[in-house]
C-alpha cells in the first residue's frame, strides 16, 4: 500500500473507531428504531432476513390471528453482534494498519492502532463465509468467499462492488495473480453431485463465473495453495498431495492450460502445511522451486526443501526423506515459513508459540499464551505474526520482540458446556446484564480451551468476561475461581483436572456486589477409596465443593474485589449441598439462596469487627457478609430426606416477597409454590397446581408470578390466586415441546418472553427423531396474548432482559448477541441511568454544544469551588503511600472525574 493511501487509512480509523459500522449489500436504508445498540438501518425484509442467517421455515405456518398480532406489535431483531471467529486465517494489509478476521456470516475489520472494529461486511442470510482475501493488485478490494457466491468489496467504505454466482458448492478457494498479464484468478475446490471433488480455475473480471476444471478426484480435498503466479497448485485432503504444475497460465487461453498432476501419500495425516517460493529461480520458464511444510497429527513437522524433486520427483533416487521437528506433544495447528525462510512458526494445544531456527536447529518460545493456538499468519512485510487462539481472540505480535501489539477479544462463552443431552436437562449460560449499564453484559467464560486426549473439550465457566454489546467489544475479564489456564491440565495417571465452574451469578441493583456460586466435583478415582459403594459417579458427585463469593466493585481498578468467601453456604450429611438458586433482592444489599439441603438462607453485609481496632459505623464499612435468617422448607416437601434435584426462586419487583418453586413427589401436576417475607423469613402462603414437572424458571411482573417448568409454562395471579396456563401449541402443531429454563419479564412493554424447542427428542424409539427447532416467543400482560413469534437459528443459550430500553437479549450457541424490541413501545421507553446518560453526551457534539450554551458570567464564590476541588483531589490520592498508588492511567482518570464533577 502507497504511503499517502496508507495515511488516508489512518485518517479514517480515526473518524470511524467512535461506532462500528456495518456494511449491508444491496440494500435501502429505511428509518428504524435507536436504542443503546448501535444498530443499522436496513429494510423490514432484511431485518427479519438477519435475525436468523440460516433460519428455516416453520411447518406450519402462523395463523391469521398471529399474523395480526405480529403486525399489530412490529418486534424487530437488531443485528447480530459478538460470534465466534470462523477457523480460517486472518488477513493484515501490507502496511499492517488493518486486520480482517472472520465469522460464519461476515468479516470484520479492525483498526490495529487502536484494537478498535471498524466496520463489518455482513453477509446475505444463508450465505456462510469459506474464505477472503485481500486483492493482490488493489489493496482496497477485499474478496470475499461463500459456497454459492464470490463477492467483490471495497473494505475501505464498506460497498459491495460485484458479485459473482457459481454453479457447484464451494469448499475451499485461493487466490493467485498471473505472472504474465497481471491478471487475477480465483482456484477453488467445489463438490459435484457425485461426491467427487473438481478444482477450478476462474477469472474475477467476468459477471459470471465460468470455470475451467484441471482436475478431478475422488478424494475429498479440502484445502488448496497456490504459489509462482498460478504455475503450481497444491492440494491436499490429510492423508495425500496433489502437486499441479504448468510453465504458463493465461486466462485468455484458458481452455488450453495443461496441468500435470502428482501425488504422494504422507507419512502421518496432516493438519496444516504451507508453501514458500524460493528465491533461486532462474526463469520464468524453468521448473518453479517451492518449498512445503507440513504439521501431523503426532506433533511432527516435515520440511520438503524443493518438493517436485524430492516429494514428486520422477526417480527414486532423487527423492529424499523430509527433514522433521518435533516438540509439540499433539496435533500441530499450524505453520507457517518466515517471509525470508530462516525460520518457522508453530503452534497447537501447548498454548505455546514456537520459533525454530532452520540453520542452527534451535528453538525460541513464547509460552503462557491464554488458550490453545488455531492460526499463525505472517503480516506481508515480515514484521508481524498474527496469531488467533482457541478463546475467540487474535493477537498481533511484533516479529523481533514477541510483545503485543494488538489484541482483539471477542464474546468468549463456549457452546460445548451446554447440551441438550445433559443428565439435568438443558441449561443455560450464566449471564446478566448490568443493571446500571445496560449495555455492558455479563458472562461466565473458560479460563482455558485445553482439548483432552480423546479430543473432548471441557472447558469450565470460571472467569467472568464483561462485553460491550452496543459497541461489539470486549472490556475486562477476571477470574472468579482458581484457574489452571497456562498448566498442564492432565494429572499423571491421565484423568483431566477441571476447574471450578460457575453456576450462578447474579448482581445488586445498584451495581456495586456481586455475588457468585462456584462448585468442583473431584475425580470419581480421586474418591473412590472413601467408601465402599461401587457407583463412581455418585461418589463423586456425592463430594462437591461449594463456595458462595460476594465482590465487590471497584471504580478506581475497574475490577471487581473478592470481599467474603463462605465455604458450603449449604450442608447436608455434613457436607456441601448443591446451590440451586442465587437471586439478589431488588431495593436492598441481600441475597437468597436456595439450597439442595430444601434450606433458604437470606445474606446480607456488615461491618467487620477487628481486634484492637475501632469501627467508625458512620462510614458504613460493609466490608464482610453474614447470613442473617435461615428458613428450613423440609416441612413443606413430603419426602424431606430426599435432597431437592431442582428447585428455582425469584423475588417481587419490590423485593418484599420471595417465591420459592419445588417440585412435588407425589403427583405430576402439584407442583409447590411458597409465598416467603423477605423480612422476616416466614412463610405467608403455600399453592400448589400452579405447574407441573420441575421447575425451571420463575420470574415476577408486577402481581403475576411466571413458571416455566419441565412440563409447562404457567402464570400465576398472587393477588387474586388464579392460575392461567400458557397455550404453546398453538402454531407448533405438534405436542413434541420442551421447554429451555430460559423466562425474561419486561416491566417497561408489559411482556414476558420464553423460549421453546420443538423436535429434537422423542420418548418414541420408533417415531423418527425430527431436528430440533427452536422459538422465542413474547406473551403481552395481562392479556397474556401471543403477540410475537419467530423461530431462531440454533439453540438460545441466554435469554435477558434490558429494562431501560424494553428489548430482550438473546444468546445462542453461535455466541451472537441479538436484540429484540417493540418499535410501537420505543416512545414509551425510561430514560437510561445517569452513567450511561453522562456516557452518551460526552461526545464532540455535546461538547460544542455545551461551550455555546455556557453562561457569561460564573459564580463569585471562587474559593469555594477552590476549596471543594482541593477536597475532591484529597480523596483521590488520600494518605496513600506513593508506592501503593494504582497506575498512572487510573489516576489521571480518577482526577479528570474529579475535576469534571466538582
Same mark, same amino acid.
Given at each position: ?38 444498530? =443499522? ?20 405456518? $402462523? ?16 443485528? $447480530? ?15 499492517? !494498519? ?165 501425488? !504422494? ?16 529461480? #532462474? ?137 441438550? +443431552? +445433559? ?192 469501627? =467508625? !459505623? ?35 419487583? =419490590?423485593?418484599?416477597?420471595? !417465591? ?7 403427583? $405430576? ?51 387474586? =390466586? ?93 455466541? #451472537? ?20 446518560? #453522562? ?61 469534571? #464533577?466538582?
Amino acid at each position: 500500500m502507497a504511503p499517502s493511501q496508507s495515511a488516508q487509512h489512518q485518517k479514517r480509523s480515526r473518524a470511524s473507531d467512535a461506532a462500528e459500522k456495518v456494511s449491508r449489500p444491496g440494500e435501502e436504508r429505511t428509518k428504524r428504531r435507536r436504542t443503546s445498540d448501535v444498530i =443499522d438501518t436496513q429494510s423490514p425484509k432484511k431485518a427479519k432476513a438477519s435475525s436468523n442467517a440460516e433460519a428455516t421455515t416453520n411447518d406450519d405456518p $402462523p395463523s391469521q390471528e398471529l399474523r395480526e398480532r405480529k403486525s399489530a406489535a412490529p418486534w424487530s431483531f437488531s443485528r $447480530p453482534v459478538g460470534g465466534r471467529y470462523s477457523n480460517l486465517d486472518p488477513v493484515m494489509t501490507t502496511d499492517e !494498519a488493518y486486520l480482517f478476521v472472520g465469522l460464519d456470516t461476515s468479516v470484520q475489520v479492525f483498526a490495529t492502532a487502536t484494537s478498535r472494529l471498524l466496520r463489518t461486511l455482513q453477509m446475505e442470510a444463508g450465505q456462510k463465509v469459506i474464505g477472503y482475501q485481500l486483492c493482490p493488485i488493489e489493496s482496497d478490494i477485499l474478496y470475499i468467499f461463500t459456497p454459492g457466491f464470490v463477492t467483490k468489496w471495497d473494505w475501505d467504505s464498506g460497498k459491495r462492488l460485484a458479485r459473482w454466482g457459481t454453479d457447484a458448492p464451494t469448499a475451499a478457494v485461493d487466490l493467485s495473480v498471473l505472472e504474465r498479464k497481471d491478471q487475477l484468478a480465483s482456484y477453488s475446490i467445489v463438490s459435484q453431485k457425485d461426491g467427487k471433488r473438481q478444482i477450478l480455475i476462474n477469472s474475477l473480471g467476468e459477471k459470471k463465473l465460468a470455470g475451467i476444471s484441471v482436475l478431478v478426484t475422488n478424494e475429498p480435498i479440502n484445502t488448496i495453495k497456490i504459489a509462482c503466479g498460478g504455475r503450481v497448485i497444491v492440494a491436499c485432503d490429510g492423508s495425500h498431495l496433489f502437486l499441479g504444475t504448468t510453465s504458463s497460465v493465461d486466462l485468455e487461453l484458458l481452455e488450453s492450460t495443461q496441468y500435470t498432476w502428482r501425488e !504422494a501419500t504422507l507419512p502421518a495425516p496432516a493438519t496444516c502445511f504451507h508453501l514458500r517460493e524460493s528465491s533461486d529461480e #532462474s526463469s520464468e520458464s524453468s521448473d518453479p522451486v517451492v518449498d512445503l511444510v507440513v504439521g501431523d497429527t503426532g506433533g511432527y513437522i516435515l520440511i520438503y526443501q524443493d518438493i517436485l524433486s524430492t516429494l514428486f520427483g520422477h526417480s527414486v533416487e532423487k527423492k529424499s526423506p523430509p527433514r522433521k521437528l518435533h516438540w509439540h506433544r499433539g496435533a500441530v495447528s499450524s505453520v507457517r515459513w518466515s517471509r525470508d525462510g530462516n525460520y518457522l512458526i508453530s503452534g497447537g494445544q501447548e498454548s505455546v508459540l514456537v520459533l525454530w531456527q532452520l540453520d542452527t536447529g534451535r528453538k525460541q518460545f513464547l509460552p503462557h499464551l491464554s488458550s490453545p493456538i488455531c492460526n499463525i499468519i505472517v503480516s506481508p512485510n515480515g514484521n508481524s505474526y498474527v496469531v488467533k487462539l482457541a478463546d475467540n481472540s487474535v493477537m498481533v505480535l511484533s516479529a523481533r520482540e514477541l510483545q503485543p501489539s494488538a489484541n482483539v477479544t471477542g464474546l468468549q462463552l463456549s457452546t460445548e458446556s451446554y447440551k441438550d +443431552s +445433559s443428565p439435568r436437562g438443558p441449561c443455560g449460560a450464566v449471564a446478566t446484564l448490568h443493571p446500571q449499564h445496560p449495555e455492558r453484559l455479563l458472562v461466565t467464560v473458560p479460563a482455558s480451551y485445553h482439548i483432552s486426549q480423546q479430543g473432548q473439550q471441557r472447558p469450565s465457566s470460571a472467569v467472568l468476561q464483561t462485553f460491550d454489546i452496543r459497541a461489539n467489544c470486549h472490556i475486562s475479564r477476571q477470574a472468579l475461581a482458581r484457574t489452571n489456564a497456562t498448566t498442564l491440565d492432565i494429572g499423571p495417571d491421565g484423568t483431566p483436572i477441571v476447574a471450578p465452574d460457575v453456576r450462578q451469578m447474579d448482581i445488586i441493583q445498584d451495581g456495586k456486589w456481586l455475588a457468585t456460586v462456584d462448585s468442583w466435583v473431584p475425580n470419581p478415582q480421586d474418591v473412590e477409596a472413601l467408601t465402599f459403594s461401587t457407583q463412581k459417579n455418585d461418589l463423586a458427585s456425592s463430594r462437591p465443593e461449594v463456595y458462595l463469593k460476594f465482590w465487590k466493585w471497584n471504580p478506581s481498578s475497574d475490577s471487581w474485589e473478592l470481599v467474603t468467601r463462605i465455604d458450603g453456604p449449604h450442608f447436608s450429611d455434613s457436607r456441601h449441598a448443591t446451590v440451586l438458586g442465587l437471586v439478589a433482592r431488588p431495593c436492598s444489599h441481600e441475597f437468597a439462596t436456595l439450597g439442595a439441603d430444601a434450606s433458604l438462607r437470606f445474606w446480607c453485609p456488615t461491618a467487620r469487627h477487628r481486634s484492637g481496632l475501632n469501627t =467508625d !459505623a458512620s462510614k458504613k464499612n460493609l466490608d464482610t457478609w453474614k447470613c442473617r435468617s435461615v428458613v428450613d422448607l423440609s416441612a413443606s416437601l413430603e419426602n424431606a430426606t430426599r435432597a431437592l434435584e431442582t428447585a428455582c426462586i425469584s423475588f417481587s419487583e =419490590d423485593g418484599s416477597v420471595l !417465591a420459592v418453586c419445588l417440585p412435588s413427589h407425589s403427583g $405430576p401436576s402439584d407442583g409447590l409454590v411458597l409465598l416467603v417475607d423477605a423480612r422476616n423469613g416466614t412463610v405467608h402462603y403455600r399453592r400448589t397446581g400452579v405447574f407441573f414437572g420441575k421447575p425451571l424458571s420463575a420470574k415476577f411482573l408486577g402481581k403475576y408470578l411466571i413458571v416455566a417448568s419441565s412440563g409447562s409454562v404457567a402464570v400465576w395471579d398472587t393477588v387474586d =390466586d388464579v392460575v392461567k396456563p400458557i397455550e404453546l401449541t398453538e402454531s407448533t402443531g405438534s405436542t413434541d415441546v420442551m421447554f429451555l429454563p430460559l423466562v425474561a419479564v419486561n416491566s417497561r412493554t408489559e411482556t414476558f418472553a420464553i423460549a421453546i424447542r420443538r423436535g429434537g427428542s422423542s420418548n418414541n424409539p420408533q417415531k423418527k427423531r425430527r431436528k430440533a427447532r427452536y422459538y422465542i416467543r413474547i406473551y403481552d400482560v395481562p392479556s397474556f396474548d401471543l403477540v410475537f413469534q419467530e423461530t431462531l437459528g440454533c439453540s438460545p443459550l441466554a435469554l435477558l432482559s434490558d429494562t431501560y430500553t424494553g428489548d430482550y437479549i438473546i444468546i445462542d450457541s453461535t455466541v #451472537s448477541v441479538q436484540r429484540l424490541g417493540c418499535l410501537e413501545k420505543a416512545s414509551q421507553k425510561s430514560t437510561q441511568p445517569q452513567e450511561v446518560t #453522562s456516557q452518551l453526551n460526552s461526545g464532540l457534539a455535546s461538547i460544542f454544544s455545551q461551550a455555546h450554551e455556557r453562561p457569561a458570567a460564573l459564580p463569585a464564590a471562587e474559593d469555594d469551588h477552590s476549596t471543594s476541588q482541593n477536597k475532591a483531589l484529597a480523596t483521590v490520592f488520600g494518605d496513600t503511600p506513593a508506592f501503593s498508588l494504582p497506575s498512572i492511567g487510573v489516576l489521571f482518570r480518577n482526577v479528570v472525574q474529579t475535576l469534571g #464533577s466538582s
